[in-house]
């Protein structure tokens, strides 16, 4: 799924994409697409990428970034 989502979204509405996509998902579904999203894109654009989906999961952020310690 998200190597799909990161080629088949247009990035001009990728910030679209991931609001309504991660509020959907599941603390395991989110940790997955997240880790695949930090090996298929560039270090630059996965930082901005990750801002979408702090936004988007607001106080859920603190559970992924404890699954997840790289993004802090």
Avoid: H
Wanted: charged share 20%; hydrophobic share 45%.
């Amino acid at each position: 799924m998200a190597g799909t989502l990161s080629k088949s979204v247009p990035q001009d509405r990728y910030p679209e994409a991931v609001a309504w996509l991660f509020p959907l998902l599941g603390s395991d579904d989110r940790e997955n697409v997240v880790r695949n999203f930090q090996m298929m894109m560039p270090p630059p654009v996965f930082a901005g990428v990750a801002q979408f989906i702090r936004k988007a999961i607001g106080d859920d952020w603190a559970e992924l970034a404890r699954r997840i310690p790289s993004l802090g």
